[in-house]
């Protein structure tokens, strides 16, 4: 169920986007409105999530160290698994951000018999993300050729380095091939290792099978079924400079590329997915482990109400003279 | 907000690269493409018809030339059959750029729009258009 209802909605957007483009004839609606609702609610989304998490109080520093922290001067310590500076940190987010570092330290268990338990090294987990996000973030960028006019020196790039190998026509794109074979990888591991797949939820499929429409669907759009892209990047371009048309001659397959990509962009900011901004903002990656050398004030302290010995004596001062008790001042 | 100078400046980071396509556009004004075919050649013709019916051409004039391409080098077939029967030599050259020969006014329009780069003409010689015809000939002059 926690797989089979997130693959029917996918299947149910694609119909929905099917039936009111090529049913309905709801081109506007699905063309200029849902993208620009999405969006909308994705800039919102992200902020006010982020801004959340920053209102969360860091009291103390949690850094998840992974090697020998800052001790005395003849102790060998690690900087970048357990930084002391900012500069550490910086260094140990950019390699989080850009390499996964956390995912290359990825372990295996297993119990043989005997019974022996063995640990192991597994790098499958880091190798399909690293090549799953990097695909998705050329295809994001080649996209922007749709979006711009004329079109940056970076999309160019992009575009002649992924078709580099020159493979028919339209030129193939390695990352079209790269994101299907690392979507179906990490959607693969879910179903087939029993214990990610007691884990795993349907808000971890979703995304995924989210992805793999979207990808397939752009796939099917480039080399397949064909569209109009004169047509396509008008309309885009229509909506960057807020003054959206729809163009004729757009095939179907281009709304339901586009209405899928508007339901990432729309549960973006409610998802998972959020670790675009996360990874930034975790407390485990992002502070230096420094407790023992800096003082960390708690923020949510409030001046304590007390009431001193002094203050005591004071007040109830006679009542102990009475009753005999010894008093520090009289 | 804790360290919120830092949150904002991520923020404020992120809005700008995700806004890009908005800020970077405005005032410029997106010139839609427009594919001339008013050679002299295509005006003398009885009947002004592509090898195939026109939205066709459009979505499958590459894979068109990549078939031809791979027939004549591979195969020594140089002749196409149209889907109404008439016959045509497969050949870039002789046979498109016959027509359109208006390279810049016709190819260029749409692929430079959409950023598609054919590389018909990494073999093929680009035709010679006005401007270059200029340049030659001053050179011819000179």
Redesign the interface.
């Given at each position: 169920m926690r797989l089979l209802l997130p693959l029917i909605a996918v299947l149910a957007l694609t119909l929905i986007a099917y039936a009111g483009v090529s049913g309905a004839g709801m081109n506007y609606l699905f063309g200029v409105f849902i993208p620009y609702a999405a969006f909308l609610i994705f800039l919102i989304g992200f902020i006010r999530r982020v801004v959340q998490w920053g209102r969360s109080p860091v009291p103390f520093r949690i850094p998840a160290t992974c090697g020998q922290e800052k001790s005395l001067p003849w102790v060998k310590r690690n900087r970048f698994d357990n930084p002391f500076t900012t500069g550490e940190v910086i260094i140990r987010m950019l390699l989080e951000v850009f390499l996964f570092r956390s995912l290359f330290r990825n372990t295996k268990v297993d119990l043989r018999e005997g019974p022996i338990l063995r640990y192991g090294s597994a790098k499958w987990l880091w190798l399909g993300a690293l090549a799953f996000h990097y695909s998705f973030l050329t295809i994001l960028v080649r996209h922007l050729r749709f979006f711009t006019e004329p079109i940056p020196f970076f999309v160019k790039w992009a575009e002649t380095l992924d078709g580099i190998l020159q493979v028919g026509v339209p030129a193939f794109y390695q990352t079209d091939m790269v994101i299907l074979a690392a979507v179906a990888y990490l959607f693969l591991r879910r179903v087939f290792v029993p214990q990610l797949r007691y884990i795993s939820l349907a808000n971890d499929y979703f995304p995924l099978f989210l992805i793999l429409a979207i990808a397939l669907s752009g796939i099917l759009m480039r080399y397949f079924f064909k569209t109009n892209i004169v047509g396509v990047k008008e309309l885009t371009m229509g909506l960057v400079t807020f003054s959206p048309k729809i163009p004729e001659g757009i095939g179907v397959i281009f709304y339901i590329h586009l209405f899928l990509v508007s339901t990432l962009f729309a549960y973006f900011p409610f998802s998972k997915l959020m670790h675009l901004g996360g990874v930034f903002l975790s407390p485990t990656r992002n502070l230096a482990n420094n407790n023992r050398a800096v003082r960390h004030i708690n923020p949510w302290n409030y001046p304590v109400k007390v009431h001193t010995y002094e203050e005591y004596e004071d007040e109830f001062r006679e009542h102990m003279k009475e009753a005999g008790l010894p008093v520090e001042k009289e | 907000?804790?360290?919120?100078g830092k949150?904002i400046t991520?923020?404020v980071v992120?809005?700008g690269l995700?806004?890009?396509?908005?800020w970077?556009?405005v005032g410029?004004a997106?010139?839609?493409?427009d594919p001339k075919i008013d050679t002299p050649v295509i005006q003398q013709l009885a009947e002004k018809k592509c090898i195939e019916p026109k939205?066709f051409m459009?979505?499958?004039h590459?894979?068109i030339?990549?078939d031809w391409r791979d027939s004549v080098v591979r195969d020594g077939n140089k002749l196409y059959v149209s889907s109404s029967g008439k016959t045509f030599n497969m050949s870039l050259q002789n046979e498109c750029m016959n027509c359109h020969s208006n390279k810049k006014q016709f190819c260029d329009e749409?692929h430079n729009?959409?950023?598609?780069?054919?590389?018909c003409w990494t073999c093929h010689i680009e035709p010679k258009e006005k401007e270059k015809v200029a340049w030659a000939s001053i050179e011819e002059n000179s």
């Open positions: - | 907000m804790y360290d919120g949150i991520g923020l992120f809005v995700v806004t890009f396509p908005l970077s556009n410029k997106a010139k839609k493409p939205a459009q979505a499958e590459m894979k030339l990549n749409c729009y959409t950023d598609v780069k054919p590389y």
